[in-house]
């Protein structure tokens, strides 16, 4: 009888020893690296148009005329209640429609005088000076 139970014990020692866990460290995952956002633009100036823009003829776009260096990003900004446009009187840009509360962006490269207007109301004028 001792001898079986020495035989249990010796099993159970053994079960125990083999199921007692691991000698390795657990690992722990390698943390993401989150990503770097890219740059914003940087907005040299904002133009606004402004409530009731259509009926403001050349005081439509606040300020204007601007002027502003080679390089330099300007931003209209819809802060009326109706659609608007900016677009260039030369075709060198156009925002399409400007929803209430939404912007347009371009950056002027090139030196000149840059007259604009809005498309749907073409009462509405403004200028970009880049120098």
């Given amino acids: 009888m001792r001898s079986l139970q020495l035989g249990l014990l010796a099993i159970l020692f053994i079960s125990v020893v083999s199921c007692g866990g691991s000698s390795t460290p ?18 040299a100036l904002t133009i606004s148009i402004p409530a009731g823009a259509a009926q403001l003829g050349t ?6 005329p601007v002027t502003v ?10 802060d009326d209640s109706i659609t608007h446009t900016t677009t260039s009187n030369t075709a060198v840009w156009t925002s399409g429609n400007i929803s209430p509360g939404s912007f347009f962006d371009v950056t002027f490269q090139t030196a000149g005088t840059y007259a604009y207007h809005c498309a749907i109301h073409p009462g509405m004028v403004g200028t970009v000076v880049v120098q």
């Fill in 26 to 43: 657990p690992t722990n995952p390698t943390p993401t690296p989150t990503p770097t956002p890219p740059n914003p633009t940087f907005i």
């Fill in 59 to 64: 005081r439509a776009y606040s300020p204007s």
């Fill in 69 to 78: 260096a080679p390089g330099a990003t300007v931003r209209w900004s819809n």
